[in-house]
């Protein structure tokens, strides 16, 4: 209590020798004020220039800074260039935005996201300065419709340009609002034809016109807005007014002072709160980290089963194409080789990923030999029975040349080592291929099969056809599998969404179909845990490398499905050249 009196007695004293001061300033002549406002004019002019200049060297300090913090040496290490964007944004102390060019990915991070692959949004330029002669610049563009100076840092580790840090300072609104909020002045900033303003009300006729600073490389006009108190003479205080002055004055200080000290006691209260609900965060987010571990084991071995199925179908294989005997030497002694080499690869600091995606053409072209082999073979006048076990030769060998590459493709997206070849091809000969090859399997179960092309489909789009073939027959290496009657049809339809064009395509099939419940992550997990009773970890694998292979090309996958009704697989590309 004695605490309160004391400042409600020293707010009133301020607030009474306040006013007296007012009175004797109230008493000076017209001359001095004019005298006044003319040293007012000179010096609103010196803050001004000073806070512009000052701005622009803050600015190029920054950027000379973050591009020697070791916090952006440690995203570069760990690619976290978002989370480096988000610890060094200036927030509202510097009109400037950050950006990072990443070399691997060639696109640009920013802190709310990434910008298109292959679009730089006016640093183009500065960017090609930078790769062909790294170091620091600082350069004039045109970034996101405003004229902008880029100060930019070539990024290296192992003598080797990884990325590129940019330090964005637009002219715009942003830019004199930042200035105003310094100055307290406003302003018109004239660049390249656009007029910027702080407060479209006053008269632009009525302004002062700043000294451009000699240093920057952008050209323009920068005027501020004397405010009027300090131009015009003062006007002769009224006493009563005075007085209700003070008093308003003093009971407003008393409000504030009460306000102030009851939200220290509600402060108080909420900090130990604060305490109490970080430290449960902590233990959520030990308990996180235990279930990751569990789920990484978990997809460990998933992964190792894989295998051993494959593994298994290769000895199958071996026993049943007789006819094949020196291939299936050679096939022996080439299986041998990489069994030894993956022996060596476990041992070596690799991810599974790594190895399986370099090892891609060891283990698929043995197998594309074989497969020759056995069609050459085809070609002989065979009795029935030797035909009929070199069918389900050739078929077994296609299965598992199918399996091999959806595999060697999971680790090649896995390990962000899979690209795309896009060409200009034709749909009819592409849905002709694949009739040609899956009808007599179809035909073989008692199963129809159809392919039928929309006429709004042109004639040739521009895409991966090589992918999408491995889409499709994923789809119906699946949907012939488990129909055991009836019909398996593929469709490729034209859609249009948000005035953009996709290739869809559709494999229906009229078999047991999938329940609801059972489709949710049908695309996304390895997981035994399954509804789906006649599953099979390659079949899941199809659908896991289908839905990447879909969203890689630009499109998505998905399933209309109802238990007893059949299925309806489809996915989209995109048919726009990028």
């Known amino acids: 209590m004695n605490t309160r009196i004391t400042l409600l007695t020293a707010v009133i004293a301020a607030a009474i020798l306040s006013s007296l001061l007012l009175l004797i300033a109230n008493s000076k002549s017209s001359a001095d004020v004019s005298n006044i406002n003319t040293h007012n004019t000179s010096h609103f002019q010196n803050v001004s220039y000073n806070s512009f200049l000052a701005l622009f060297n803050r600015v ?59 679009q730089y949004l006016g640093l183009e330029n500065t960017l090609l300065n930078q790769i062909k002669q790294p170091g620091r610049r600082n350069d004039v563009v045109t970034f996101r419709d405003s ?37 307290n002045l406003d302003y018109v900033l004239k660049v390249k034809g656009q007029t910027y303003t702080t407060d479209p009300q006053f008269n ?22 004397q405010p009027s108190w300090s131009i015009h003479p003062g006007i002769a205080f009224n006493w009563t007014a005075m007085v209700v002055i003070v008093i308003i004055f003093v009971v407003i200080v008393g409000l504030v002072i009460w306000m102030q000290m009851q939200q220290q006691r509600r402060f108080k209260i909420l900090s130990h709160v604060v305490n109490k609900e970080r430290a449960l965060a902590n233990i959520v987010e030990d308990l996180q980290r235990l279930d990751d571990m569990a789920e990484l084991e978990t997809m460990k071995n998933d992964l190792q089963q894989v295998l051993q199925l494959q593994q298994a179908n290769i000895k199958q294989l071996n026993g049943q ?21 993956l022996s060596t690869a476990a041992a070596a600091p690799k991810t599974k990923s790594e190895f399986l995606s370099r090892m891609g053409d060891e283990i698929t072209t043995p197998m594309k030999t074989l497969t020759s082999m056995l069609h050459l073979l085809s070609e002989y006048n065979l009795n029935d029975e030797p035909k009929e076990l070199l069918t389900i030769a050739r078929r077994a060998a296609g299965t598992l040349i199918n399996n091999l590459n959806n595999i060697l493709d999971f680790s090649k997206l896995d390990a ?24 007599p399997h179809a035909k073989s179960k008692g199963l129809k099969f159809s392919v039928n092309l929309s006429p709004e489909v042109g004639e040739k789009v521009f895409n991966d056809p090589k992918r999408i073939k491995q889409i ?3 789809l119906i290496g699946n949907a012939i599998r488990f129909t055991k009657e009836g019909e398996v049809s593929l469709f490729a339809d034209l859609m249009v969404n948000d005035s953009k064009q996709f290739l869809k395509f559709t494999v229906k099939d009229t078999g047991v179909g999938i329940p609801e419940d059972a489709q949710k992550g049908l695309f996304d997990s390895l997981e035994q845990k ?26 998505r ?17 995109s048919m726009t050249k990028d």
């Open 60 to 118: 190029h300090e920054m950027s000379n800074r973050l591009g020697r913090s070791e916090s952006l040496k440690e995203a570069i290490n760990l690619q976290q260039w978002n989370h480096f964007l988000q610890a060094a944004d200036p927030g509202t102390s510097l009109p400037v935005e950050l950006a990072l060019y990443d070399s691997v990915s060639n696109v640009l991070h920013f802190k709310d996201g990434t910008s298109p692959k292959g």
């Open 147 to 183: 004229e902008a100076i880029v100060f930019s840092n070539g990024i290296h580790q192992d003598q080797k340009l990884t990325g590129i840090l940019f330090v964005i300072m637009p002219f715009n609104k942003s830019l004199i609002e930042h200035l105003k909020q310094t100055t």
């Open 204 to 225: 632009l006729t009525n302004t002062q016109t700043t000294e451009w600073p000699s240093a920057l490389k952008l050209k323009g006009q920068l005027n501020y807005h």
């Open 321 to 341: 194409i007789k006819q094949a005997k020196l291939v299936n030497d050679k096939l022996k002694s080439e299986a041998q080789t990489i069994k030894q080499e």
């Open 416 to 439: 962000n080592l899979l690209k795309l070849q896009k060409v200009e091809f034709e749909v009819q000969q592409l849905l002709d291929e694949i009739s040609a090859e899956y009808s």
């Open 472 to 474: 499709i027959k994923n």
């Open 530 to 555: 399954t509804r789906l009773t006649n599953s099979s970890f390659a079949g899941r694998l199809r659908l896991i490398v289908s839905k990447s292979l879909a969203e890689l090309m630009g499109g």
């Open 557 to 573: 996958i998905g399933i209309n499905s109802d238990s007893g009704q059949g299925s309806r697989f489809w996915f989209t590309v």
